[in-house]
């Protein structure tokens, strides 16, 4: 069966530890890399391409160009 590879993102180290905790439960899920700032989740996507994110930092905008990153678009910088 093959793993869904999650990066998990937030400011709050409490948060972050949290949702690790939670996610390594499942044995479908391999954590790819945990971030405590957006400003890494872009450079972090393009290191270990995961699947999907959780807890992404910096709101709708930062959210926005991490999945155009994923995708292989420029970033929008509004």
Known sequence: MRRLKVLIADDHRLMLHSIRLALQ???????????DSGKNVIPFIGQTG????DGWVGGA???TRALSARAGRDALRR
């Open 25 to 35: 439960a499942d044995e479908g899920i391999e954590i790819v890399a945990e971030v």
């Open 50 to 53: 995961p699947d999907a994110g």
């Open 61 to 63: 905008r930062a959210n």
